[in-house]
């Protein structure tokens, strides 16, 4: 991360605690070893996905994403009404977009669960008040404009009911509908 953070002149603090800092021992296969279980079990399991077609099964009688909610609106700590740009990731996408050089490149901002339930004047979902969410697109389309990037905000595509055991996760009825749209763009994008 530093690496990147130096090279990208990325708004971040390379002396940052959060960042792991590895010792000899961390680094060593002996010290790696959860991250290399986590990668071989990773491995079986796209074996098991290719096998089956099923990357996740859900139950018909599953515990659906919840709709309705309490009066707090905080977002990662802040409480509005005005969301910091700064503490939002836009550099890294720069950074990215940097990266792949001349290779088109679509940005997608995904469906999330826009719920009609109890206090959804204040939230959209579980995760998302709506004063922070509505500035996070407006900072993102306006960073996509200012750019020239390739980006489509699908934010609202997917009927509520598309959605599974949480506001992010969609049914395969709802990954088709977007599917369709961003199938539509990158054929767009690759005939240029």
């Given amino acids: 991360m530093r690496d990147l953070i130096r090279k990208y002149d990325l708004p971040l603090d ?3 605690p959060a960042l792991v800092q590895t010792n000899f ?3 060593t296969l002996i010290g790696q070893r959860r991250p290399l279980a986590d990668l071989i079990r990773l491995q079986l ?3 098991m996905w290719a096998a089956t077609g099923i990357d996740q099964v859900y139950p ?3 515990q659906h994403a919840q709709t309705d909610f309490g009066t707090d609106v905080t977002f990662d700590g802040l409480a509005g009404p ?3 740009e700064r503490r939002l990731p836009l550099a890294m996408l ?8 001349s290779t088109p490149l679509l940005l997608v901002n995904e469906p999330i669960q826009i719920s009609a339930g109890k206090n959804s004047d204040l939230r959209y979902n579980f995760f998302y008040p709506r004063w922070a969410y509505d500035q996070y697109r407006l900072a993102l389309a306006r960073q996509a404009a200012r750019n020239g990037w390739n980006y489509l905000d699908e934010w609202n595509l997917v009927p509520a009911q598309e ?3 949480s506001a992010i996760h969609m049914t395969s009825a709802g990954e088709h509908l977007l599917v369709e749209q961003v199938q539509g763009s990158i054929l767009s994008l ?3």
């Fill in 94 to 101: 720069s950074a990215g977009r940097q990266v792949v050089g």
């Fill in 163 to 165: 959605f599974t055991n």
């Fill in 14 to 16: 390379p002396g940052d």
């Fill in 60 to 62: 018909t009688d599953y």
């Fill in 190 to 192: 690759s005939c240029r």
């Fill in 82 to 84: 005005v969301l910091d």
């Fill in 25 to 27: 021992w961390q680094e």
């Fill in 45 to 47: 399991y796209g074996v």
